[in-house]
């Protein structure tokens, strides 16, 4: 044989077989968008997502900077913004802290910063700028509501700034001023101009200040790199290259910056993207193999004449990558769309308050384009292989069915029954039935992965982490939401008086709130220590605060039937714990969900906001009882469970009375609606009152659930999709490729009526091989998987249900059924003789 090696020929060759067979290539071309689609919406979707968060969290930081080094003399500074790797820099100087007694509770640092410094800490400014005059400040809007300022430029006031042992009692004006929530950052920040840094702290040495631990005068350089993959070692050698020593610091709000810390978050999104490219795979291999094995004769012909293994192999590969470049950019377009629209829904799963953010990351498309071509790669390589290895001999006797060992007559008293031939056809080609099997079976799994966790969603247990009542209503300027603000006395107890006065209203339970600042004991040392190595911030912000917030919750009588359900430890007394002698207190919330306790049943803790001291009745976890709590958790902190009466009564000079959080309704079950329409004509005047009945929880699960079926259910009937194609390709093909073989039967005596028979008999008997498959090893992993996500998802009560495994049988006879008749009036184009005459 002579070997050619005539590339023009072979892209000839492989252009002309994708004219030919169209009905394939646009399969292929379907196939490959579908995987493509699904591949660019997931990481779109993770990549939006994980920049939604990393917004957020920065938000939490203060800046968007990559890093940056502390501590700075103004020399270390001018050396190390000077490095290569630095595109970008703000700085920052540390000039001290505001003491006024308002803000006892709230740390606000003072300092002297730059434009760009400005800008990539979400200082935008809602009027003014940053000031130059020595007695101008820029301070953020609830600074300003606290000091009862208004929210006007030139507006005068009074600070004092502790700077060092020294303390700067000063008049300002208001230069500037911007929205931020008192909540979300660490701590709130005032800033002053260089005149009034140059005149303060002429007479502080940086290096001094370092060694005090005070660090006034010091300054921050915070910069950002190329990229924020592996900050920390960018950081470390911008250090060695100039040779200076100083503290860094990581933005650990990126996510890149631990990625290697957080390898198990990346699990989830390789398990859908394997579960994609294997959909994927499954029916593009399965449109190759058949398609080689339908043309193998004309790939021996090919040999025949010269071709060799090489170029048959190149043939394939052409086809695979041309229809590749055709799919891609439709798959990305679609599902960069795609990824878009669910990236809101999916931020609205979350529990905390997500600003979207939609990403346009080169790597979503690199990704997509390179696992596309990775599952379109190793689908098309092992029919490729085939058509390569067959002689041209047996590409000549080739009927698509192998043969291993020798060969096994069958006796039957009763002659060839129809059922059982259609049975042993199944089996002939082992290999495509597998094939054909698992992507039907992965599809039904899927789906049934989907509902089983939907209908596990539990209204009750949604219900009870919010309203304990018919209605509840809630003072909004206490609960953390940003950018909320208003009178925290709106829900007083005269007006509770009122809303229990309203006809058939039976009580009215309240909620009262305080909070304290508790110092660090050995306990909750103990606790924290093991985390020090750990990049999370809070935990080093909170050893070095030397404390930490504590939320205390006054219960009426109302609330305690609540509290048996949450119990982690110790047992729960009505009647002692009315005494007043005694505290129920959750978990921590601690990074990395490992919650733990500081304090056990028995131990003794005393309050300095309340005076008093309570021995420990229960632990809670930290979210325990969270329909009475503000529905936010402080850093490391706890919340604390005493009868109303605890914080109701009179509280240590000095102390911030305690305030109402919300008052929660019984009715009469018969009259709710007139209930509802009253205390709505209360509340609804005051802006800083919401309130809310059973039926509006009820209606906010019913969103929750929309968004779990538009995203889980699109996602399963996409795989559907791709399995059923596959299925009717399985199908169509085979009997083409029988057609043959199906001439020969009606010659010898097969009626048509008895030959669409076998037809519908094959397909029956795949239906019942594909629920064999998922009512047994689809059930398990159904099982397994559904009661680990249902584990993790709040609100939910796991049970296992058959009714996705048995609505699937009703629509897989249907499809199967319908494409045996498809394929039957295909073979019934042509007649006998014709069949017969064909080689090809």
């Known amino acids: 044989m002579i070997e050619t090696n005539n590339r023009k020929i072979v892209r000839r060759l492989a252009f002309k077989s994708i004219k030919a067979n169209k009905s394939r290539s ?37 800046t968007d900077f990559h890093g940056g080094f502390k501590y700075l003399t103004p020399s270390e500074v001018a050396t190390l913004k000077k490095h290569s790797s630095i595109r970008q820099y703000g700085i920052s100087l540390s000039v001290g802290t505001v003491s006024n007694p308002i803000f006892k509770d709230t740390r606000i640092e003072v300092h002297q910063i730059d434009k760009s410094y400005a800008k990539h800490s979400f200082v935008n400014f809602i009027a003014g700028g940053l000031p130059s005059g020595e007695n101008e400040i820029v301070l953020n809007t609830w600074e300003l509501d606290k000091l009862g300022v208004k929210h006007e430029l030139g507006q005068r006031l009074h600070l004092d700034i502790e700077i060092g042992k020294q303390i700067i009692s000063q008049d300002f004006i208001l230069s500037g001023y911007y929205e931020a929530d008192e909540h979300l950052a660490l701590a709130g920040m005032a800033f002053v101009s260089e005149a009034f840094a140059k005149k303060n702290l002429a007479h502080i040495d940086p290096l001094i200040s370092k060694i005090d631990g005070t660090n006034i005068n010091t300054s921050d350089l915070s910069v950002m790199f190329n990229n924020s993959i592996n900050i920390e ?63 193998v004769k004309f790939y021996g012909l090919l040999k025949t004449i010269g071709t060799t293994p090489r170029q048959l192999k190149r043939i394939i590969s052409i086809q695979a990558k041309l229809l590749y470049v055709i799919a891609l950019p439709i798959g990305m377009v679609i599902g960069y769309v795609i990824g878009q629209l669910i990236t809101p829904m999916a931020n ?28 379109v790669w190793i689908a098309a390589s092992k029919p490729s292989r085939i058509a390569a290895r067959i002689s041209p001999v047996e590409a000549v006797k080739f009927v698509g069915v192998t043969r291993n060992g020798r060969r096994i007559s069958k006796k039957t008293k009763h002659g060839a029954r129809i059922y059982s031939m259609a049975f042993s056809n199944l089996f002939r080609n082992k290999k495509k039935l597998l094939l054909m099997l698992s992507s039907l079976s992965l599809s039904i799994i899927l789906f049934s992965i989907i509902f089983t966790v939907i209908s596990s ?39 509770c ?76 007394n009505k009647q002692k714990f009315m005494s007043g002698d005694y505290a129920m207190i959750t978990e ?72 109402i959080l919300s008052a929660t309704i019984h009715a009469d079950p018969t009259k709710l609606g007139e209930v509802e329409e009253a205390a709505k004509a209360l509340t609804d005047p005051i802006d800083e009152l919401s309130f809310k009945s059973r039926e509006d929880y009820k209606q906010e699960l019913g969103g929750f659930i929309r968004i779990f079926q538009t995203v889980g259910y699109g996602l399963s009937f996409v795989i559907a999709l791709i399995g059923v194609l596959n299925y009717i390709n399985t199908v169509l093909t085979g009997v083409i490729s029988r057609r043959n073989e199906f001439a020969i039967l009606e010659s010898i005596g097969m009626t048509k009526k008895q030959l669409k028979k076998m037809l519908v008999y094959e397909g029956l008997y795949n239906v019942l091989l594909t629920v064999a498959i998922t009512s047994t090893l689809g059930v398990l992993i159904t099982y397994s998987i559904s009661k680990n996500i249902t584990g993790i998802l709040a609100f939910t009560v796991f049970h296992m249900s058959w009714l996705p495994f ?31 005459r064909e080689v090809d």
């Open 26 to 62: 646009l399969a292929i071309v379907s196939a490959i968008v579908l995987t493509t689609l699904l591949i660019t919406s997931m990481f779109t979707l993770s990549f939006s997502l994980s920049k939604s968060s990393e917004y957020t969290q920065m938000r939490t930081v203060g």
């Open 233 to 295: 070692k960018k950081l470390n050698k911008v250090l060695a290259d100039t040779g200076l020593d100083a503290p860094i610091g990581v933005n650990w709000a990126y996510s890149t910056a631990y990625l290697s810390d957080n390898i198990m978050n990346l699990i989830p999104y390789a398990a859908v993207v394997f579960i994609i490219m294997l959909s994927g795979y499954l029916l593009i291999y399965n449109i190759f193999y058949i398609s080689v094995v339908r043309d």
């Open 497 to 572: 008086s009122t809303l229990s006065k309203i006809p058939d209203v039976k009580s009215v339970d309240k909620v009262y709130f305080n909070y304290e600042f508790y110092p660090l004991d050995e306990a909750i040392r103990s606790v924290l220590q093991p985390f020090v190595a750990s990049p999370d911030p809070g935990i080093i912000y909170t050893l070095k605060n030397g404390a930490i917030f504590i939320n205390f919750y006054g219960l009426d009588t109302g609330w305690l039937d609540w509290v048996k359900k949450d119990l982690l430890e110790g047992t729960f």
């Open 348 to 375: 609205s799963l979350s529990s905390e308050t997500v600003e979207t953010s939609y990403s346009a990351n080169p790597f979503i498309f690199l990704g997509a384009a390179l696992f596309s071509y990775l599952t």
């Open 588 to 659: 921590s919330n601690l990074p990395e969900d490992r919650n733990a306790t500081y304090y056990h049943p028995g131990d003794k803790i005393t309050y300095e906001t309340l005076g008093k001291s309570y021995e420990v009745m229960a632990v809670l976890p930290y979210n325990g009882l969270y329909a009475a709590t503000t529905k936010s958790y402080s850093a490391n902190g706890y919340n604390v469970f005493l009868p109303s009466s605890e914080l109701n009564k009179k509280l240590p000079i000095g102390k911030n009375p305690s305030k």
């Open 806 to 836: 048995i609505l699937v049988i009703p629509i897989l006879l249907a499809i199967a059924y319908t494409v045996t008749l498809s394929a039957y009036k295909t073979l019934n184009k042509a007649t006998i003789v014709e069949r017969l």
């Open 457 to 495: 969603l539990d209204i009750n247990k949604y219900l009870s982490s919010f309203i304990s009542g018919d209605f509840v209503v809630n003072n909004e300027a206490m609960i953390l939401h940003e950018g909320e603000r208003g009178d925290p006395l709106a829900l007083s107890e005269p007006f």
